[in-house]
């Protein structure tokens, strides 16, 4: 991987070398290529395709803000999501690096930016608002089928974010943000008084809800978190309460089952500016890395016990992913990426791209 090096990526064209993409799936640690909903300077919304040196990439135009992603198991696809309260997901097809579906959420459906597939690569797993009744759901689709909407697990609550699947296949964790939204009132929060967030663990196959851990305050919005190799979760919060509160922004439901919320230091938790983003594990170095893009920042935690390895100074710490040697690789809003590892005083920058990274890599 080559450092230091800083790239100026002309976005008024697609950039595409046609060699063959080293692709990743979710149990590994090794990828050679990073996928993004990314903004160029214009504000036109494009999901891209950047190798790990900074310089192979290619870029998608897609009419709406894209969030997160996820790869699909013994497949060359990988599929992004519309940024809440968006409507479309989009299959990217790893030879052609085109679009190979955009499906819509249908009427009376948004998405919230996430979904998971089961091992086999057949299923995935969307988290989805019906209106009508604000209802949270998790939407099945049949990639062998096109992507065919198969049906709805209702979560008996609003707003599910992120979800990932646990080591035993069948369990799904979902952060339940509990806040209310509606595409007519853009990402207005509707609800934040009587919000009720979760983490919370689903049986995928039959949709019974096996478990709702409630965060200490009913405004601490669980949104985004990852899953180790032995079914220990970290998932961040983002409070939505009065400015001057200070609360734990970051929870852990270890391998037995047991919730708990972290006990950092309060001048790290009024760091974070009540707001966290991406979560990422890494199997290699035992370590979780959090990012904070208003707190311009980033910590490493110890995966096993939850304690802080690291806080570090990022400009707009967006997403974060492992990079397959103990450490991990974190976008920023700016345009960086960089490379953190808890060896490293301060993060490497690999490349600085004209773009602004969403909050998640896959």
């Known amino acids: 991987m080559q450092r230091r090096q800083v ?69 060359r696809q990988a599929v992004l999501f519309a940024r809440r309260p968006g409507t479309r997901m989009h299959v990217i097809d790893g030879d052609s690096r085109q679009l ?18 089961d091992l086999n690569g057949r299923y995935l797993y969307v988290t989805a608002n019906r209106l009508e009744d604000s209802a949270g759901l998790v939407r099945v ?22 979800l990932r699947l646990m080591p035993d296949g069948d369990t799904l964790v979902i952060g339940l943000g509990g806040i209310q939204t509606h595409p007519d009132y853009g990402r207005v929060k509707l609800n934040l008084d009587t919000m009720a967030p979760a983490l919370m663990l689903m049986d995928r196959n039959s949709g019974e809800v096996l478990a709702r851990h409630e965060p200490s305050h ?51 938790t009024a760091s974070l500016k009540h707001y966290t983003a991406s979560v990422a594990f890494s199997r290699v170095s035992g370590n979780v890395l959090v990012t904070a893009p208003r707190g311009n920042r980033v910590l490493l935690l110890d995966a ?54 969403d909050n998640h890599l896959t």
Request: hydrophobic share 40%; charged share 20%; with cysteine.
């Open 218 to 268: 009913h405004q601490l919005s669980c949104r985004h978190l990852d899953v180790a190799a032995d079914g220990t979760v970290i998932a961040g919060y983002q409070f939505e309460g009065p400015e001057w509160e200070t609360h734990p922004l970051i929870c852990r439901l270890d391998a037995q089952g047991h919730f708990s919320e972290l006990s950092l230091a309060d001048e790290v």
């Open 100 to 117: 190979a579906h955009t499906l819509a959420a249908g009427e009376g459906y948004h998405f919230y930016g996430h979904g998971v597939f």
């Open 141 to 162: 689709y049949d990639a062998d089928n096109d992507y065919a909407h198969v049906r709805d697990m209702p979560l008996d609550g609003i707003g599910p974010h992120e």
């Open 7 to 75: 790239l100026k990526v002309g976005l008024g064209s697609v950039a595409m070398a046609l060699t063959p993409l080293s692709w990743a799936l979710p149990a590994r640690e090794e990828a050679a290529w990073l996928f993004s909903a990314v903004d160029d300077p214009s504000g036109g919304h494009y999901i891209a395709g950047v190798a790990l040196d900074g310089e192979t990439r290619f870029m998608i135009e897609v009419p709406e803000r894209c969030h997160g992603g996820c790869l699909r198991p013994d497949s």
């Open 304 to 357: 096993a016990q939850g304690n802080l390895v690291a806080s570090l100074a990022l400009p707009d710490a967006a997403g974060a992913r492992c990079d397959g040697n103990g450490g991990f690789l974190v976008s920023s809003g700016q345009g960086g990426l960089y490379r953190v590892t808890p060896d490293l005083a301060m993060p490497e920058l690999l490349a600085s791209l004209e773009l602004r990274w």
